[in-house]
């Protein structure tokens, strides 16, 4: 509803050093993290310009609950979204407010707490054989070997079962070749974009390429739908009974869409964070060491499993602080359907919204010591739904939260119980600022533990074999001790 009293979007302050047709494009591009973190001091909202378009930055931990409540109003869209959709279509992380709840009520099965069990065996295997594949001393590109991991694992758990060594190869590659081009193509006027450049090129085939692996497997499970106990036979199983007019269930096109956004939803977003986790501990040495304790503690009675997950509090802990320094989503975009008011401030339908959990996450009057690491200042505290947001709030939360977090907590533990991680060098790592706060480059050295615990006995005895994710018949799965609940 827009009320006449208030102001309108011109009295919003506009951040400093816009440039004539550019607008802050280079500040963003150059250093986005520090650009973002300047706007912090305006409080409330504050203008920034992406090339010719305005968009209005909210730096209230209060208005950004209210913009993810009403998504009505604020709708997905805005740059970073109209970019991804180019990829993954109408799927339920792009899709606009009319097509939501039904996509939501279709996908939310797949999610169901009581699948978490079959998944969680799969993200405890997975991470074992990982940790069982390196040596003493080698230096490894982790955000590599962690992407490898993810996509194993989400190809299990959404697929039961693995692709061709060259076809998981290549799906590898085409993730990153489209997540990166992702942020520039969001910078990037539209006439520029479609210029057919290498780039353009690289970044169509690889979005074709992936597109067809995806729906290559959804015609060969359409075509046997047996219950495999994956995320896909959930998504081909979905019955929306609310649905009008005939449209109970996901059409091919739809199942398609649903599991390529999974697929990169999840599997990027786990990787770097597992990534960043085990940066922060190789530049911790104590606290790894305490994570160590804990780990061997929990493996004394046996090999890692799901049900492990209510006992790994530093692990989880660990996890919460990742994702506070470094929310893999640290920018979203809404679009404004219709005039509107927020915050005292009139704003128009068609206006641009860009929120930060980067932002409120590192404020200093919103947590102390903002940027250091201290996993400790979770202990016994749930994180605050208000500044603590890396999974989003709302009807548009993250749906696959719990999966990412019981896979994080898992494979950190699976991880440390075996292996000491040193960083390389003395240089802090800095974010590469892409659509996600990727840690794309980073090395770390991995050695053999110098005080080998029950953990590191358990898993050099059982390197596990991996099968396909198992029915789940558990009356109650485990869920990770902090959930980030609404
Ligand atoms: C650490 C890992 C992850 C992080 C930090 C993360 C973060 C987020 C955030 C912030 C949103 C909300 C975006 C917005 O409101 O604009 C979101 C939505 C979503 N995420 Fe995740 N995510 C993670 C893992 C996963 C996984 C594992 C999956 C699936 C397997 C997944 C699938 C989705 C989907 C489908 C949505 C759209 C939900 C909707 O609009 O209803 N994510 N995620």
């Known amino acids: 509803m827009t009320d006449t009293s208030t102001a309108t979007a011109a009295s919003i302050p506009l951040a400093p050093r816009a440039l004539p047709l550019l607008g802050h494009a280079l500040p963003l591009l150059r250093d986005p993290l520090a650009f973002i973190m300047s706007l912090s001091e305006y409080r409330k909202m504050v203008r920034v310009r992406l090339g010719p378009s305005t968009a209005v930055m909210i730096c209230d931990p209060a208005l950004t609950r209210q913009v993810f409540l009403n998504d009505r109003v604020f709708d997905k869209g805005g740059p970073i979204y109209d970019r991804i959709s180019e990829v993954i279509g109408d799927g339920l992380s792009t899709c606009s407010y009319p097509l939501h709840r039904r996509q939501r009520r279709l996908c939310q099965p797949s999610f169901h707490p009581t699948r978490l069990v079959g998944y969680g065996a799969v993200f405890a295997r997975a991470a074992q054989l990982k940790a069982a594949s390196w040596n003493d001393g080698d230096v490894l590109d982790i955000t590599q070997e962690m992407m490898t991991l993810t996509t194993r694992a989400t190809?299990?758990?959404?697929?039961?079962?693995?692709l061709p060594a060259e076809t998981m190869r290549q799906s590898l590659t085409d993730t990153a070749t489209i997540v990166s081009a992702f942020f520039r193509r969001m910078m990037t006027p539209a006439p520029l974009r479609r210029l057919p450049t290498r780039q353009k090129r690289r970044y169509d085939d690889a979005r074709n390429r992936l597109s067809a692996t995806i729906a290559e497997i959804v015609a060969e499970r359409r075509a046997d739908p047996t219950d495999r106990a994956d995320l896909l036979s959930a998504l081909v199983a979905a019955v929306d009974e609310e649905s009008e007019g005939g449209q109970k269930q996901l059409n091919d096109h739809e199942l398609a869409d649903e599991a390529l956004t999974?697929?990169?939803?999840?599997?990027?977003?786990?990787?770097?964070?597992?990534?960043w986790a085990l940066h922060l501990?190789?530049?911790?040495?104590?606290?790894?060491?305490?994570?160590?304790?804990?780990?061997d503690d929990v493996l004394a009675a046996g090999r890692l499993e799901a049900s492990h997950l209510p006992e790994l509090d530093l692990a989880s802990r660990v996890v919460t602080e990742t994702l506070r320094l470094y929310p893999p989503a640290w920018m979203m975009t809404r679009a404004v359907r219709q005039d509107t008011e927020l915050g005292g401030v009139r704003l128009k339908g068609g206006s641009t919204i860009v929120l930060s959990p980067y932002l409120l996450h590192r404020r200093p009057d919103l947590y102390t010591e903002p940027d250091r690491?201290?996993?400790?200042?979770?202990?016994?505290?749930?994180?605050?739904?208000?500044?603590?947001?890396?999974?989003?709030?709302?009807?548009?939360?993250?749906?696959?939260?719990?999966?990412?977090?019981?896979?994080?907590?898992?494979?950190?533990?699976?991880?440390?119980?075996?292996?000491?991680?040193?960083?390389?060098?003395?240089e802090p790592f800095k974010p590469k600022v892409e659509t996600?706060?990727?840690?794309?480059?980073?090395?770390?050295?991995?050695?053999?533990r110098r005080t080998a615990g029950a953990g590191t006995a358990q898993l050099h005895a059982a390197a596990p074999r991996s099968t396909p994710a198992q029915p789940v018949t558990e009356p109650g799965a485990p869920t990770c001790p902090v959930t980030h609940q609404e």
């Not at 190809?155 to 693995?162: L, R």
């Not at 999974?262 to 990534?275: N, P, Q, V, Y």
């Not at 996600?436 to 053999?448: D, K, M, P, W």
Request: proline share 5%.
């Open 281 to 295: 501990l190789a530049t911790n040495p104590d606290i790894q060491h305490r994570l160590q304790v804990e780990t």
């Open 262 to 275: 999974f697929f990169l939803g999840g599997m990027e977003t786990t990787a770097i964070t597992l990534a």
């Open 436 to 448: 996600s706060l990727s840690s794309r480059g980073l090395t770390l050295r991995i050695g053999a």
């Open 373 to 426: 690491f201290d996993p400790d200042r979770w202990t016994g505290a749930q994180p605050d739904r208000n500044t603590y947001i890396p999974f989003g709030v709302g009807a548009r939360k993250c749906i696959g939260d719990q999966f990412a977090l019981a896979e994080a907590i898992l494979a950190l533990t699976a991880i440390v119980a075996r292996w000491e991680l040193t960083p390389i060098g003395d």
């Open 155 to 162: 190809m299990e758990t959404m697929f039961s079962g693995a």
